[in-house]
């Protein structure tokens, strides 16, 4: 029998599976500022990360998982943790601040964390390459040729 897959004080601790079963920031930014996709080699799932930029902040963030519900989990909860923070600290957080952030997971399934925070950081990478040309501020100021 399995035994192993509800919460039932068994594997997942109440925040993960609140997160699994109610994750937040699902789908996907129409015009995003920065894009991240993540591959774990581990189990080969993947995970994409669409942020919106405003002010050098996180404005908005959606993400699709196609992994398992510690991926889910993950994925969810760094989005909370990371909107409306400024870029540069966004980018600091690491998959074990996710973890501990859902009060831990499974050692088994720590490798699912990874994909959440790298994530988040090849996105704020990609809107950071596409936005270095000089100009710090509002880059949106441009006049059509
Ligand atoms: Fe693939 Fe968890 S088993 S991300």
């Given at each position: 029998m399995n035994k192993s897959e509800r919460s039932g004080g068994t594997m997942y601790t109440d925040k993960v599976m609140d997160h699994f079963m109610n994750?937040?920031?699902v789908g996907e930014i129409p015009d995003p500022d920065g894009v991240g996709t993540v591959g774990n080699p581990v189990c080969g799932d993947v995970m994409q990360m669409f942020i919106k930029v405003k002010d050098d902040k996180i404005a908005d963030i959606k993400f699709k998982t196609f992994g398992c519900g510690a991926a889910i989990a993950t994925s969810s909860m760094v989005t909370e943790m990371v909107k409306g923070k400024p870029v540069g600290e966004a980018v600091k957080i690491s998959n074990k601040m996710v973890a501990e952030a859902l009060g831990g997971l499974p050692p088994q399934k720590m490798?699912?964390?990874?994909l959440a925070a790298d994530g988040v950081q090849l996105a704020i990478k990609d809107f950071l390459s596409k936005n270095s040309?000089?100009?710090?501020?509002?880059?949106?100021?441009k006049q059509g040729k």
């Open positions: 994750p937040r920031n490798h699912c964390s990874n040309k000089g100009s710090k501020t509002s880059a949106s100021k």
